[in-house]
């Protein structure tokens, strides 16, 4: 454990925590045994992590509003924002894995760095409080936050989808892949989108990502939401109800 603790600069006081924070699921699974593993501690950094980074905006950015400041947040704790955090730290190398996770590449898995992370800042969280969090945060990836806040703000099709339902209710835009076809090297996919029971729109590209942020920029297009606020039945493209 003496080595990540010095990649992160923190001593834990309670090193089950730390072993906590870095066990997958997956080891618990194959050993049979109940043993603590990093869930519960990633539900808790999630809020930690959010909370952290909210005041600091917060602080940084004095003349702006919650919309903006909800984007830049959300360019923080992305999983590719956090799955970079992680590489930075060589996260995937002291995760505790079962052994299929291992032998299926579990070290460099974007959602095991993701949450292995979250877990982490949840275990400093809880052995050392607030302060400590912003320690790990600002002092392992203070030039990192910088960058991410400096890139330009790009086409975002998917956030802007959900922040204008998010307005009408609480409810989130769900996306799934209808549909594949051709090789394995050349493969086409189509995504739909669908809100409170409402197909928004669909998009096709080569990669599911890239599906479904056409099939979000259809539903912005055609705004179909807006036919069911003012009661009328949301048309589709064929012209059928």
Same mark, same amino acid.
């Given at each position: 454990?003496?080595?990540?603790?010095?990649?992160?600069?923190?001593?834990?006081?309670?090193?089950?925590?730390?072993?906590?924070?870095?066990?997958?699921?997956?080891?618990?699974?194959?050993?049979?045994?109940?043993?603590?593993?990093?869930?519960?501690?990633?539900?808790?950094?999630?809020?930690?992590?959010?909370?952290?980074?909210?005041?600091?905006?917060?602080?940084?950015?004095?003349?702006?509003?919650?919309?903006?400041?909800?984007?830049?947040?959300?360019?923080?704790?992305?999983?590719?924002?956090?799955?970079?955090? %992680?590489?930075?730290?060589?996260?995937?190398?002291?995760?505790?894995?079962?052994?299929?996770?291992?032998?299926?590449?579990?070290?460099?898995?974007?959602?095991?760095?993701?949450?292995?992370?979250?877990?982490?800042?949840?275990?400093?969280?809880?052995?050392?409080?607030?302060?400590?969090?912003?320690?790990?945060?600002?002092?392992?990836?203070?030039?990192?936050?910088?960058?991410?806040?400096?890139?330009?703000?790009?086409?975002?099709?998917?956030?802007?989808?959900?922040?204008?339902?998010?307005?009408?209710?609480?409810?989130?835009?769900?996306?799934?892949?209808?549909?594949?076809?051709?090789?394995?090297?050349?493969?086409?996919?189509?995504?739909?989108?669908?809100?409170?029971?409402?197909?928004?729109?669909?998009?096709?590209?080569?990669?599911?990502?890239? %599906?479904?942020?056409? %099939?979000?920029?259809?539903?912005?297009?055609?705004?179909?939401?807006?036919?069911?606020?003012?009661?009328?039945?949301?048309?589709?493209?064929?012209?059928?109800?």
């Amino acid at each position: 454990m003496d080595s990540i603790e010095a990649k992160i600069g923190y001593r834990f006081a309670n090193l089950s925590l730390l072993s906590e924070a870095l066990t997958h699921p997956s080891l618990a699974c194959e050993s049979k045994r109940t043993q603590p593993d990093n869930q519960r501690l990633e539900y808790l950094g999630d809020a930690v992590i959010q909370l952290v980074l909210t005041e600091e905006l917060f602080r940084r950015y004095p003349g702006e509003g919650e919309g903006r400041l909800t984007k830049l947040r959300s360019r923080l704790v992305s999983r590719e924002a956090l799955c970079l955090f %992680a590489n930075h730290l060589g996260l995937g190398g002291h995760l505790f894995l079962g052994k299929g996770e291992l032998a299926s590449g579990g070290r460099t898995r974007p959602s095991n760095l993701s949450d292995a992370f979250e877990a982490l800042s949840g275990a400093v969280y809880l052995d050392g409080g607030l302060e400590a969090v912003r320690g790990f945060l600002f002092g392992n990836f203070g030039t990192l936050i910088d960058a991410i806040l400096s890139q330009p703000e790009e086409m975002n099709p998917k956030g802007e989808l959900q922040e204008c339902l998010q307005a009408i209710a609480p409810a989130s835009p769900t996306y799934r892949i209808i549909g594949q076809e051709g090789p394995d090297h050349l493969k086409s996919f189509v995504a739909e989108v669908r809100w409170e029971g409402m197909t928004l729109g669909q998009g096709s590209g080569n990669s599911k990502k890239e %599906a479904e942020f056409q %099939a979000a920029s259809e539903a912005l297009r055609e705004r179909r939401w807006e036919e069911k606020q003012n009661g009328e039945e949301p048309v589709n493209k064929s012209g059928e109800v």
